[in-house]
């Protein structure tokens, strides 16, 4: 019960207070209110990972990258050592 | 979707655990501590594609599976009410009392309503005034700030028929508990992610030295999975004890300050009972004086029950990684989904569920 998903904030609707700071979030198409205010920074576009109809973080798109660069870099050192042979 | 389907990638699955197989030269054992996990775990095989040297176990994860018997039993207490509105996420229905479950307390009249959020509780409040609505908060730290926040939007509403039924706790000395036990022989560990965001894992460093074992923070999808536990076996491989993020698109080592900072105006920490375990000091969270109108217990006083489990129930052995669900001899005939005897069956990320789920087939075989 402690998944969390990621989903993109498609429009901030209500930000009269930071307790109530609410945004529409896709979940691949599904919408949801969520909650924002563990995120006050959040905008419009940005990822975030939302549990039980509040976001926990902001997704770091740089960082979600690394683990396919470090995929690639493991592919090219592997075909490196077999051009090698 | 984005963010999930990438980590995913079978092809890439398999070159990594290719490289665990290459790296492995002794036996190792590593426990993960998240239901999400144990799910994705049994659910795309990983645990049979890692080298037979590396073995995983399922640790006390699920707070759902971990929840006390005494709190259910003041869960249908409360929820058979009739001037309670019983809120409650879904999966807690099912989880057997001493002698019975909310499902049973819904089917006799009681006014049970699943959730999606705790705020959807508050805004039940909200449309009720007459009626008194409580909101069972289970969880673990990924939990603790919505259910803390559901708290402060009452108190700001000033929401006189509003409380919690509150039943928080904390990975950390969780952890401890096992590490400390005199027979571990758990290697290394994989922190569940999503605690993690919230939490950040400064907690962990002690850990790690303290116990001489190596902590990886983890995401949820089998990349995730996988990657962290290559992370974990070149630290147990090189004989380092290291915490490490292999989260990062997600958790920062300090973690989400505002959440933690709701969560601390809320809550505060205090022991907690295990269900299967038993006490670990301060393992959990209650309600703050400030908030203590906000508490359940305290408005109907619902009483104590003492817990007596199904004798055959090994769930706590299970939870603590000493047994395997399959050295359970309940499991797949006496104890099922449909007819669940402990927790751990119930929650569709317990242990023994997923493996009645991902793996019955084999138990057939086996038998
Ligand atoms: S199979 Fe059922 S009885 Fe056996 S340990 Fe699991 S939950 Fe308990």
Same mark, same amino acid.
């Given at each position: ?19 109530? !700071?609410?945004? !529409? ?6 919408? !949801? ?38 995929? !690639? ?13 | ?21 290459? =790296?492995?030269?002794? =036996? ?65 229905? =099912? #989880? ?69 039924? #509150? ?166 005939? =006496? ?10 069956? #119930? ?15 084999? #138990?057939?075989?086996?038998?």
């Amino acid at each position: 019960m402690c998944l969390a998903i990621p989903g993109k904030i498609e429009e901030i609707i209500d930000a009269a207070d930071a307790l109530g !700071r609410v945004a !529409r979030v896709s979940f691949g198409g599904a919408n !949801r209110e969520i909650n924002l205010a563990c995120v006050p920074e959040a905008q419009v576009g940005d990822y975030i990972l939302a549990h039980v109809g509040v976001a926990l973080s902001i997704i770091d798109a740089e960082e979600a990258e690394k683990i396919f660069d470090y995929l !690639r870099q493991m592919e090219e050192s592997s075909e490196t050592k077999k051009d090698a042979n | 979707m984005k963010y999930l389907d990438e980590y995913r990638d079978p092809r890439l699955a398999s070159k990594m655990l290719k490289r665990i197989a290459e =790296r492995t030269s002794r =036996r190792w054992t590593i426990m993960e501590i998240c239901g999400g996990q144990t799910h994705t775990i049994i659910r795309s095989g990983i645990d049979r594609l890692l080298p037979d040297k590396i073995s995983i176990l399922h640790g006390p994860g699920c707070p759902v599976c971990v929840t006390p018997v005494h709190i259910i039993d003041k869960a249908l207490v409360l929820a058979s009410r009739t001037d309670v509105i019983f809120c409650t996420f879904g999966d807690m229905m =099912r #989880v057997p009392g001493n002698k019975e479950d909310l499902l049973t307390v819904k089917a006799r009249g009681g006014d049970i309503r699943m959730v999606y959020s705790p705020l959807d509780a508050v805004q039940i409040a909200r449309n009720n005034p007459r009626r008194e609505v409580v909101f069972f908060a289970v969880g673990f730290e990924t939990t603790a700030p919505a259910n803390a926040m559901a708290v402060l939007q009452a108190y700001r509403d000033s929401l006189d028929n509003f409380t919690l039924l #509150v039943s928080q706790v904390l990975v950390p000395p969780a952890i401890e508990a096992i590490l400390s036990a005199p027979d571990n022989r758990i290697n290394g560990f994989l922190a569940a992610g999503h605690v993690c965001t919230v939490m950040g894992y400064r907690e962990y460093n002690p850990l790690a030295e303290k116990y001489l074992v190596p902590i990886v923070v983890t995401g949820f999808e089998p990349l995730d999975i996988i990657q962290g536990i290559e992370m974990l076996i070149s630290q147990l491989e090189n004989g380092t004890c290291r915490v490490e993020n292999q989260y990062r698109r997600a958790v920062t080592e300090a973690g989400n300050l505002k959440a933690q900072h709701i969560i601390n105006e809320v809550f505060d920490v205090t022991d907690r009972t295990w269900r299967g375990i038993g006490n670990i000091p301060l393992s959990g969270l209650a309600l703050r004086e400030k908030y203590r109108d906000f508490d359940a217990e305290v408005r109907f006083k619902p009483g104590d029950t003492v817990a007596c489990e199904s004798s055959e129930c090994i769930s706590g052995l299970i939870l603590q990684g000493a047994k395997n669900p399959f050295d359970c001899p309940a499991f797949g005939n =006496r104890c099922t989904p449909e007819k669940p005897l402990g927790a751990t069956m #119930v929650s569709s990320e317990g242990a023994c569920a997923a493996y009645f789920r991902y793996r019955a087939k084999t #138990v057939e075989k086996a038998g």
